[in-house]
C-alpha cells in the first residue's frame, strides 16, 4: 500500500513562493508516476502538474506554466512542488497522487492520495 503525505502549504502573499513536498511511503518512486492536484473552495478538483515515472517527463496546466516547477528525489522518495509568483486563485487544497506505470496523472485515475495541505495566496 502506497501512502503520501503533502506538507509545506501556508499562507503567503501575491507574488511569493512556496515549496510543496509529497512524501511517498510504501514503494519506489520508479514505478509511479506522481502528481499535483488542488481544489479550490466551490470548484471541482483539477490537476496542476504530474511527472512521469519513466523518463520524469513533467506537464502543467496552462494557468501554472512558467511559475510552477514539479520535480522528485528519488532517493529520498519525494516529489516537490515550488510554487512561484503566487496569485489569490492559486488557494485551494493541493494534494499529490501516485498512479501505477503510467506517464500521465489522469485526475479519475490515480491509484493512491494523499490528504492534502492548503495554500493560501492572500494579502
Known amino acids: 500500500q502506497v501512502q503520501l503525505v503533502e506538507s509545506g502549504g501556508g499562507l503567503v502573499q501575491p507574488g511569493g513562493s512556496l515549496r510543496l513536498s509529497c512524501a511517498v511511503s510504501?514503494?519506489?518512486?520508479?514505478?509511479?508516476?506522481i502528481g499535483w492536484f488542488r481544489q479550490a473552495p466551490g470548484k471541482e478538483r483539477e490537476g496542476v502538474s504530474c511527472i512521469s515515472s519513466s523518463d520524469g517527463s513533467t506537464s502543467y496546466v496552462d494557468s501554472v506554466k512558467g511559475r510552477f516547477t514539479i520535480s522528485k528525489d528519488n532517493a529520498k522518495k519525494a516529489v516537490y512542488l515550488q510554487m512561484n509568483s503566487l496569485k489569490p486563485e492559486d488557494t485551494a487544497v493541493y494534494y499529490c497522487a501516485a498512479v501505477a506505470f503510467k506517464q500521465s496523472c489522469p485526475l479519475y485515475g490515480m491509484d493512491f492520495w494523499g490528504k492534502g495541505t492548503l495554500v493560501t495566496v492572500s494579502s
Open positions: 510504501g514503494s519506489t518512486l520508479d514505478y509511479y508516476a
